[in-house]
Structure formats: structure tokens, C-alpha cells
């Protein structure tokens, strides 16, 4: 079985653009990523977009295909201010987005605002939405270069302890690079934010949290009883 070579993989961290003017700091504010329902919510700063976008693990990814608009869920990574997606060559993602404007969000759930009516009711929420074109990636570096970041973003450090893509893996497969052109992020956090309601009113109103949990890994039943837990596991479950 062939395999590709590791020569060409970066090992570096997810470059950040250089603070050094309002336009590196902040994504412009256009037409296109402006909030306009609630819009002290809005958030342009880069650091916070990439904070909610480091922190999620599934992107929904917009496109059109065939005249129509789909939606499809995807796992990603970031380096700087690129996305990386992938897929299968013959799937409708791949063959629809490549060179295609694409628009993508990921959602953090952080709790149900509980309302005396449903129409106060609400969630807290941290939520990002990019828009950027999709480009194929063709050279080699670059592709084990984006496969490595969706990986490591969902588990970092398992691309070294795993081994690398064959050539034939590389051919079934699409990796897309999606430059953030324009970005928004809006976030809403506190309690009830209470409207018109009868004085004898007495339903329960408060905030009920969410919130995600790693539990304790389970290992196939083909992995030999004498080995370990990988590091890259035990550092995500708490298991180390």
C-alpha cells in the first residue's frame, strides 16, 4: 500500500493575521455580514469569530446546486483566516462548491432563555456565519496541509499518531479551502427579557444551561488490551 509522504506537513500552529491596523482586527462591515435584528449582539472582531469557530466541531455549509440552496454539515478546520472542508470527489458537495461562493455558520448552544410566553422565550447562544469561496486545493503540500487542520481540530494531536493518507484515500477525496471574505458573529447571554404579561401570571420563567461533556473513550473491539490510550485522547477526555 502506497502511502504519501510526511515531509510536506506543517506542524505549526494555526497562523493569526497581523494585529496591526482596524482592518486586521475587525472583518469589514458589508451588506453582506451585517446584523440587523438585534444587532448590539454583533460581534466583528476577528478573535471572537475565531473563538467560536475554534470552539465548535460541526460547520452547516450553504450552497447551490442545481438552482436550489442546500445545506449540509460538515467537520472543518481553520488556519488563520482560511476554512478547510472536505469530501468525497463524486459527492454533491465537491463537485457543486468548487470555485463557488459558499456561506457557512457554527453554532454554540450555551442555554434555553424559559420566558412566561413563548414569545419572550429565547436561547443563549454564540453563533458565527463566514462567507467566502470555495476553492479546490490541487497541490500536495496544501491538501495534507488542510486534511491535517480538520483533524487536529476536532482532536488535536492525533495526525502524528496516526499514519498518513494513501494515494488512492487522496484521489477519493476533495479538500476545499475557503477564505473568510467577510464574517459575524452574535452572541446572546443573560436572563429573561420579559414583555407584556397578565398580572396573574405565574408560570416559571429562568434560564436553563447547556453545556457539552467529553466522556470516558470506549475502545473498538479490535484494539489489543495492552494498548494505551493515545495522548491525544486522553488530553481531550481527561483521561491522561
Not at 510536506?8 to 440587523?36: D, G, W
Not at 401570571?201 to 466522556?215: K, L
Request: with cysteine; charged share 25%; hydrophobic share 40%.
Amino acid at each position: 500500500m502506497n502511502r504519501i509522504r510526511t515531509d510536506v506537513l506543517s506542524s505549526t500552529p494555526m497562523a493569526e493575521p497581523p494585529l496591526n491596523s482596524e482592518s486586521t482586527l475587525r472583518f469589514a462591515v458589508t451588506s453582506l455580514n451585517r446584523i440587523r435584528r438585534h444587532h448590539e449582539r454583533a460581534q466583528y472582531d476577528r478573535a471572537s469569530v475565531y473563538a467560536i469557530l475554534d470552539r465548535g466541531l460541526v460547520a452547516h455549509v450553504a450552497f447551490i446546486d442545481d438552482g436550489r440552496p442546500i445545506v449540509i454539515p460538515m467537520a472543518y478546520g481553520r488556519d488563520g483566516d482560511r476554512l478547510f472542508l472536505h469530501g468525497a470527489r463524486k459527492g454533491r458537495f465537491s463537485t457543486a462548491t468548487a470555485g463557488e461562493p459558499v456561506s457557512i455558520a457554527v453554532t454554540l448552544v450555551d442555554g434555553l432563555v424559559v420566558a412566561r410566553t413563548a414569545f419572550d422565550s429565547s436561547m443563549n447562544y454564540r453563533a458565527v456565519v463566514i462567507h467566502g469561496r470555495a476553492i479546490e486545493l490541487e497541490d500536495e503540500a496544501e491538501r495534507l496541509h488542510g486534511l491535517r487542520c480538520v483533524t487536529e481540530h476536532a482532536l488535536p494531536g492525533r495526525w502524528d499518531e496516526i499514519r498518513p493518507p494513501t494515494e488512492q484515500e487522496l484521489k477519493a477525496t476533495v479538500v476545499l479551502a475557503v477564505e473568510i471574505e467577510a464574517a459575524a458573529a452574535k452572541v446572546r447571554n443573560g436572563g429573561v427579557v420579559h414583555g407584556k404579561a397578565s398580572e396573574d401570571d405565574r408560570a416559571w420563567a429562568g434560564v436553563i444551561p447547556i453545556s457539552s461533556t467529553v466522556g470516558t473513550p470506549v475502545p473498538d473491539s479490535e484494539v489489543p488490551t495492552d494498548l494505551s490510550v493515545p495522548a491525544s485522547v486522553a488530553r481531550l477526555s481527561g483521561a491522561a
